[in-house]
């Protein structure tokens, strides 16, 4: 192995390479975006995207999920509540499509439960104690963790969020933006900021915006992607001496939902690769930002990617 394909290898199994770079997807800024749009425009068929998908709310919208098991899905609670009727929709009107790119799909299942969290309040007003609380379980008729992968999740408190701060980890967002709602968007590399004061909520600068809700933000961590919170809001501050005004995110911390998920112990990800669909593409297209004498063909990364630590 060259020492190109070397550091390629250290690229892939951090993304720490990433943390100096940004990169802007041409559209019309959304004005829920958190400053430029960062987002970037991902192989959804490709692990850990596959493991993303729509839930589809009987034609009435759609929300972010993310597989956590092989029967369970992640979302926000919110995305639950049906607005017309004013009650939640029921578990057999919601269908979640794992790996949705462009009228395609990796699979779907409907669902057969939902557990929402016993401590959210629809009627509260909208701010970082109702996202705090922000989380919802739904249960799969079909296994589509076995075919789309799925994440594991480890608990983020304050002191844990400092801990992975201090190793410069690199936090990741990916989900169905509303303004690309049949493309998964992510932000590499995003800014998770701060637990915020009145609550046990996530203040973040993600890029997550409407349609983005119940979508994870996640970390390379000890060989697999991990779940550390999951987005519900985006809000807004008027700065006291400038007047400008300013978007957060605000998301819901996994130690939130941890203890719905496997009685307070952290999840490791069972699947933490699809051998079938390595990210490829994905590699390649975050590659063209990198300088280089050449570019590793689609053998050679296919192999490299195969050697990437494995659960």
Known sequence: MNSYIACLYLTIVSLISLQNYSYAAESIKHPELKGQDDRLIVEALEYPWSAIGRVNMAGLGFCTGVLVGPKTVLTAAHCIFNRKTRRNFQAGSLTFVASYQRGAYLA???AVK???????VQKEA??????????ALITLEK?????AGYLGVTGLTP????????????????????????????????????FANEAPSLIHLCDAISGDSGSPLFTYLNGSFS?????????????????????????????????ALNQGK???????????APPIKTTKQILKLFPGPSKPTDQELGALLQQLPAK
Do not use: M
Request: charge should be positive; include cysteine.
């Open 227 to 259: 779940i550390v919170a999951i987005h519900s809001a985006t809000a807004t501050e008027i700065s006291k001496k400038t007047k400008k005004k300013s978007n957060f995110g605000i998301a819901v911390p996994s130690q939130a939902f941890l203890g």
């Open 266 to 276: 952290d999840l490791a990800g069972r699947e933490p690769w699809r051998r079938d």
């Open 143 to 147: 296994p589509l963790g076995a075919v």
């Open 108 to 110: 779907f299942s409907k």
């Open 114 to 120: 939902v557990k929402i969290s016993p401590k959210y």
């Open 126 to 135: 909208s701010g970082a104690k109702k996202s705090a609380n922000d989380w």
């Open 159 to 194: 002191e844990k969020l400092e801990t992975l701060k201090r190793e410069k980890a690199v936090f990741v967002q990916g989900g169905y933006s509303q303004d690309r709602k049949h493309i998964i968007s992510a932000h590499i590399n995003c800014s998770l900021g701060r």
